[in-house]
């Protein structure tokens, strides 16, 4: 992989966040994707989100598998601990950092090849076990590094850049997502980032299994007529469900707001996330009504988009397994091996 470092030196009035940071410290190498691919415009989201959030780069971890959508931590945070996985194992491998280190935040990037084919399994466990990360598929319908075939997320009947009709169903991994337990279902567009920057926000913010379906489209193989993931299909059959604002704090609301129904949802670290509803009548805490809902505009040939599903009392795999506050991977061999004594009592329990 080729990696080109940008420079360090940058203007001394740049705009700098509570901690002194400026958006450049949040950006990682340059970026060798195809220009245009909407896969940078996500990772400038991402780069936006923690930007905003005040998080301390040295605090985040950021995991991948294969894949064009796997090369991108590359482009951004680069002060961040980074791992680069095998191809569909980036769940399991987040889900062990994360139970030996729960202090850092954690950030899963994907692909439609690498989640929905050879990973399938390990992203269904992974949101059904609630672990406490974001999992983002940057989801643009083809195998791009492999020259533009038909991915597990294709639609069935657009065609690819050569004409060929995709003749299987695809997967939907947002239904697959609310119906493994995941407690933060979100879909976007990488060509919206007034959308999306804020839903990277919330699910980071949120406590439990966050994932994020995001259209990306691939300007090499797969932006063309008669693709169902193009910049153009996706402009014309986006159908948002809701308009979005975060806000880490307890802030009041400005008369900056536009007019709309304000949904306030206090997070576990006393954080809030106010959403700004345009359909007032779609409910995202209700998780069969959104897993309805979808297949409703699906079958209308819309792409929902939003906030699809919210559980503001959501807990992560350290709740459901009672480990303890002190993260793993802090302590001593005395405190992780409790002795002889302890496992035959343990082993005792299970006959």
Not at 270 to 285: C, F, M, N, T
Not at 336 to 351: D, I, S, V, W
């Amino acid at each position: 992989m080729t990696y080109i470092a940008k420079p360090k030196l940058h203007h001394p009035k740049l705009p700098t966040n509570k901690l002194g940071f400026t958006r450049r410290d949040y950006e990682g190498a340059v970026s060798t994707l195809c220009a245009g691919c909407g896969h940078d415009s996500i990772s400038a989201a991402i780069i936006q989100a923690c930007f905003e959030l005040d998080l301390p780069p040295h605090r985040i971890a950021k995991l991948s598998g294969i894949g064009c959508s796997s090369k991108t931590p590359t482009y951004f945070l680069g002060a961040s601990h980074g791992f680069n996985s095998v191809h569909g194992r980036m769940p399991s491998v987040l889900t062990g950092a994360n139970l030996a280190n729960r202090d850092l935040v954690y950030l899963g990037v994907s692909g439609d090849g690498d989640s929905a084919s050879i990973g399938l399994g390990q992203f269904a466990h992974s949101l059904r076990r609630g672990v406490n990360m974001l999992y983002i598929v940057e989801n643009n319908g083809v195998y791009g590094l492999t020259k533009g075939q038909f991915s597990a997320t294709s639609d069935k009947g657009s065609k690819n850049k050569r004409g060929v009709v995709n003749s299987d169903a695809a997967i939907d991994l947002v239904a697959m997502a609310l119906q493994s337990g995941a407690s933060y279902v979100a879909r976007s567009f990488s060509g919206d980032k007034a959308q999306l920057v804020p839903l990277i926000k919330g699910a980071i913010l949120h406590k439990g299994a966050a994932f994020i379906d995001c259209i990306s489209p691939c300007v090499a193989f797969n932006n063309h007529l008669g693709s169902t993931k193009s910049f153009d299909y996706v402009r014309e059959h986006n159908e948002a469900v809701n308009r979005l604002d975060v806000m880490p704090e307890r802030e009041e609301i400005t008369a900056d707001y536009a007019p709309g129904t304000v949904e306030t949802v206090e997070q576990h670290d006393g954080s809030v996330l106010r959403l700004r509803k345009v359909a007032a009548d779609y409910d995202a805490h209700d998780r069969i009504a959104a897993m309805t809902y979808l297949q409703e505009r699906q079958a209308a040939g819309e792409i929902v988009t939003g906030l699809l599903y919210l559980d503001p009392d959501s807990d992560d795999l350290h709740g459901y397994l009672g480990t303890v506050e002190r993260p793993l991977n802090a302590l001593a061999e005395a405190e992780l091996c409790p002795g002889n004594e302890a496992l035959q009592r343990l082993n005792a329990a299970l006959r």
